[in-house]
């Protein structure tokens, strides 16, 4: 069992920037895949941004490509959601996820670990 911990969530303004941050409790991170998605009010939860076990490949939603940024540190077991120019429609409960010698997938289905849920607010 993999548990994973998120922080970082909280009111922005629009334009601002913001950092979450996802910590495990699995030993052998360096063999996770992760992903963080994200639930606006109202809607189904979406794919953000992901990335492969190996940390190789990344995967990102259109509507965040070239302003998110998903990164991990090995050593503190802990991955990382950049996010910069931040908009109102970035607005969701962010989840992050994790999946065990994963590809970096885009789908909800695809990942077995997932995280209690950090609130982003941003205000226009």
């Known amino acids: 069992q993999v548990q994973l911990v998120e922080s970082g969530g909280g009111l922005v303004q629009a334009g601002d920037s913001r950092r979450l941050s996802c910590t495990a409790s699995?030993?052998?991170?360096?063999?996770?895949?992760m992903g963080w998605f994200r639930q606006p009010p109202g809607k189904e939860r979406e794919f953000v941004a992901a990335?492969?076990?190996?940390?190789?490949?990344?995967n990102y939603a259109e509507s965040v490509k070239g302003r998110f940024t998903i990164s991990r540190d090995i050593a503190k077991k802990t991955v990382y959601l950049q996010m910069n120019s931040l908009k109102p429609e970035d607005t969701a409960v962010y989840y992050c996820?994790?999946?065990?010698?994963?590809?970096?997938?885009?789908?909800?289905?695809?990942?077995?670990?997932w995280g209690q849920g950090t609130q982003v607010t941003v205000s226009s």
């Open positions: 996820a994790a999946d065990r010698l994963g590809e970096g997938s885009m789908k909800i289905k695809d990942y077995l670990y």
């Open positions: 699995e030993p052998r991170f360096n063999s996770l895949a």
């Open positions: 990335l492969r076990w190996a940390g190789d490949v990344t």
